[in-house]
């Protein structure tokens, strides 16, 4: 944990010795106690963060140290991912160790430390208000940096024909449905709540010289009048 510098005269001899580097030089007809002490610095070694794609966290460092150490790390967010936890890739000797966001480093751990950010893909709903129709069962996307499209299925409605999707809520980076077709953009988060539209069947009923009579949204039996 620590690293030579160099040594140092504490009591000289008389005449003064000199040192030279590693070589002491002791003068001709010198008397008296020598005493020499060696000098260091203490040791620091790199911590290095990866957050795999997440927020860039500044690389650390820690110093050789006898007692337990700990160094508090910022929670990486990445867009799309939950993170979960970080995993050592290189530890110290003796082994330094991972409580929740708290690196504990071991004391008189030497070496550099390498650490890497873990995280889960995130799920987001699609959920379907078929509006009095049939019911249509809700369904997730994955984040994923690639466009994706979902085919939607059609529900009935007595009386009715139905009209299509509307988008009620929408994801952060806006989806939107063409012919009955649901496109989430790359890189889309955030749940999707869709509703249905219909419009009311018109119908026929002829009574005799009456006429001719259009009902929006009727859904009986049409019989003879006459």
């Known amino acids: 944990g620590h690293t030579f510098i160099s040594w140092?005269?504490?009591?000289?001899s008389d005449p003064k010795s000199v040192l030279q580097e590693t070589s002491l030089l002791i003068p001709v007809?010198?008397?008296?106690?020598i005493t020499i002490k060696a000098?260091?610095?203490?040791?620091?070694?790199?911590l290095t963060v990866d957050t795999d794609n997440g927020q860039l966290i500044q690389n650390l460092v820690y110093?050789?140290?006898?007692?337990?150490?700990?160094?508090?790390?910022?929670?990486?967010?990445?867009?799309?991912?939950?993170?979960?936890?970080w995993k050592i890739i290189t530890n110290t000797s003796p082994a330094s160790s991972i409580q929740g966001?708290?690196?504990?480093?071991?004391?008189?751990?030497i070496g550099d430390i390498s650490l890497i950010a873990s995280y889960t893909i995130n799920t987001y709903n699609i959920t379907f208000?078929?509006?009095?129709?049939?019911?249509?069962?809700?369904?997730?996307?994955?984040?994923?940096?690639?466009?994706?499209?979902?085919?939607?299925s059609k529900p009935n409605k007595p009386g009715h024909i139905f009209g299509g999707w509307g988008i009620s809520q929408n994801s952060l980076i806006a989806s939107m449905i063409t012919d009955n077709i649901l496109t989430i953009p790359a890189n889309a988060t955030g749940d999707i709540a869709l509703v249905a539209y219909y419009e009311p069947y018109t119908y026929t009923i002829t009574n005799g010289d009456i006429g001719t009579?259009?009902?929006?949204?009727?859904?009986?039996?049409?019989?003879?009048?006459?």
């Open 8 to 12: 140092s005269i504490e009591i000289n």
């Open 101 to 109: 966001n708290t690196l504990k480093v071991a004391d008189t751990a």
């Open 63 to 85: 110093t050789y140290n006898d007692n337990i150490q700990d160094i508090e790390l910022a929670e990486p967010a990445r867009l799309g991912y939950t993170f979960t936890g």
């Open 29 to 33: 007809e010198a008397t008296g106690d």
């Open 39 to 46: 000098l260091y610095r203490v040791n620091t070694y790199k």
């Open 129 to 152: 208000d078929s509006n009095g129709g049939t019911t249509v069962a809700n369904s997730k996307y994955t984040y994923s940096p690639q466009e994706q499209a979902r085919t939607l």
């Open 213 to 226: 009579i259009s009902v929006k949204g009727f859904s009986g039996t049409v019989k003879d009048l006459a």
